[in-house]
């Protein structure tokens, strides 16, 4: 008896697996056969997905369907919400599947998609756009509507899917209410077009502070009101400002921002790295997603602020957040894309403490009352939470840190141990490893021990990603690369291999990064156009909102190329690609490469010994344009690009020499020749 009765539970487990097995493998979708995490994560919707490709567009085409493409990624909160209120609804599934072909777009993995049409929703909307973003488009590809998080039913603002696809589906039968409908998008897109052309370098160093100065929150640091993004680019360009012309509003600007982000919630004050914005104009309710790219930009400025003041709290940043990225993104030497907002279903439930609890824990353990106290204030606790009911997000209220504070973290820190970590996103993308391998060649220069681990990590990526001639995109840990690189995975890891170089000064690196920058120019530099991509699907632009322009970040990296001895075509080239309608505040980078056309760079040699020896010195050259190139020589030399203008037997002597020589120059007055 006792058998039967194992046997029948054996029975009965097995066909509750079962059932569970069916009820997942009712509704599979194409998706189920792709890579990418975030595409996984809608292989089971009984939305009929597609991958983006030539086989979905085609089948818009022949079954003369609307298209309905939706861009989002694997961490990103509100796309999760979406697909968890109305791609797993049988109603809006219905809908979709009868008279739209439904394509999934990953943005990580197709980033020229993604900017393509957040271009076009700016121009629709005159607005910067977001994750989701849902598309519906015709047959031909032509633009119908395009929003961000659509709900199923009314709200937010929307009429909610359920309304809109039917409206939409109707539109597509009456060729004269569609035709109007497409012409109406196009006026709404000339409206909104509002770029102001900037005819090459003239004005553009006021042009930016001025706009940057207007959009300043000078109570709470950053710029505008929120969401609030750390904007690592706009910083290192007022650094750079401040660096030249001895700015105090631009340090003044940085300052205040280092400062209010290293206090506030967009950091993680107990296991660092920074969360990629916030909801509030005082940094303090983040959206808890951390991407690799936020971090590895945002290192590079505090390592450079540290250089510039010496404030140990922008060293103990970037010690912590290095920390952070290795521990839970790092991967043999190299690094996953990005951590979820969500645990266990909560959004930021990892990040997140609770105020009794912990008193009473550390009472518990022989905490006096008053310390317990003065430590949850510090660290922002509060009885009533400050983020979510009872719950608080750890934040800094004060300058004067209470005794055992260094303890209390600890504390907090074994609290999370118990906790799910977020969801990771496993790929390894190769321009975002070369931005986290770049800011650990910055970092080195405040701790020489971050050089070996960029070394290994810039061999591993290489060794990984470049393979029989071509570079690929991105990869999961267990595959083989196939998607071939795009615009930022050249531009990104060419500057990685010349912060190498700069480092090291091995030929090897600096070879490198010639061959990444003359590929790069045969596969996205196409009649005098830049593309995001090699099939031109994208235009690339000097935008640095997100993380810092590929674009720029190559114009760069040629100009150094021209430089240094590189075989590469470098400033004719960069003079005619960034003659372009910009706004400096939305293109820092772009404003820093023309400030460098205008002032030009300032060559340091000197034998390879010597250099090596003098590394911590040229590093705190208050000129921000400097280079240096090993050369036979008996001195150290300063160069420009067209003649030498002084030379020394030490380092020291020949940066007083570099420094009269800047300032004796008026604004401007050295201009590159060819």
Known sequence: MIIHKYVKIAKLASLFLISLWLQAAVHTNALIHEPSPYLQQHAHNPVNWYPWGKKALEKAKKEHKLIFLSIGYSTCHWCHVMEEESFTDKRVAALLNRAFVSIKVDREQYPQIDKKYQRIYRAVHGKRGGWPLSVFLTPQMELLDIRTYVPKEEGYGSEGLLKLLPKLAVLHSDPQALQAQLVQVQQRMKQHSDMKHVQHKEGIEKAFLSSVTSSFDAQNGG???????????????????????????????????????????????????FFRYTLDAAWQTPHFEKMLYTNAEIIRVYTKAYLLSGKADYRRIVNESIAAMQRHFGYKGLFFSAADADSNGEEGGYYLENYGEIRAALLGKGWQPESIDDNLAYYGIEEDGNIDGELSLPHITSAAKPPRAKAFKVYIASLRKRRT??????????????????????????????????????????????????????????????????????????????????????????????????????????????????????????????????????????????????????????????????????????????????????????????????????????????????????????????????????????????????????????????
């Open 421 to 674: 970590f977020p969801f990771v996103d496993r790929k390894i993308n190769t321009a975002w490893n070369a931005m986290m391998i770049d800011a650990l060649f910055v970092a080195s220069r405040m701790d020489r021990r971050y050089l070996a681990e960029a070394e290994t990590s810039l061999d591993a990526l290489w060794r990984r990603m470049y393979r029989k001639g071509v570079l690929y995109h991105q990869v999961l840990p267990d595959g083989i690369p196939k998607q071939k690189g795009l615009l930022e995975d050249y531009a990104f890891l060419t500057k990685a291999y010349l912060g190498a170089y700069e480092r090291t000064y091995k030929k090897v690196y600096l070879d490198r990064a010639v061959r990444l920058a003359s590929e790069a120019l045969k596969r996205f530099y196409q009649r005098g156009v830049w593309y995001l991509d090699s099939e031109g699907i994208a235009r690339a632009d000097f935008d640095d909102r997100y993380y810092t322009s590929p674009l720029s970040v190559l114009l760069h990296s040629l100009l150094t190329l021209s430089e240094v001895g590189g075989k590469v075509q470098g400033y004719d080239l960069v003079q005619k690609s960034v003659s372009v309608a910009v706004k400096p505040s939305e293109s820092p980078a772009l404003v820093s490469l023309l400030m460098r056309l205008t002032r030009g760079d300032v060559l340091v040699h000197a034998d390879k010994v010597r250099l090596l020896e003098a590394q911590l010195q040229i590093d705190h050259i208050r000129y921000p344009f400097i280079l240096s190139q090993p050369e036979e020589s008996s001195e150290y030399l300063a160069c420009t690009r067209t003649s030498c203008f002084a030379h020394a037997a030490s380092i020291e002597a020949l940066i007083m020499k570099i420094d009269a020589y800047k300032d004796a120059e008026p604004q401007g007055a050295y201009r590159w020749q060819k």
């Open 223 to 273: 710029f505008g009101t929120h969401p609030k993004f750390p904007e690592a680019s706009k910083l290192e360009t007022l650094m750079t400002l401040y660096r030249l012309d001895h700015n105090a509003t631009a340090w003044k600007m940085t300052e205040k921002t280092l400062d209010a982000m290293a206090k506030g919630g967009v950091y993680d004050q107990i296991g660092g790295g």
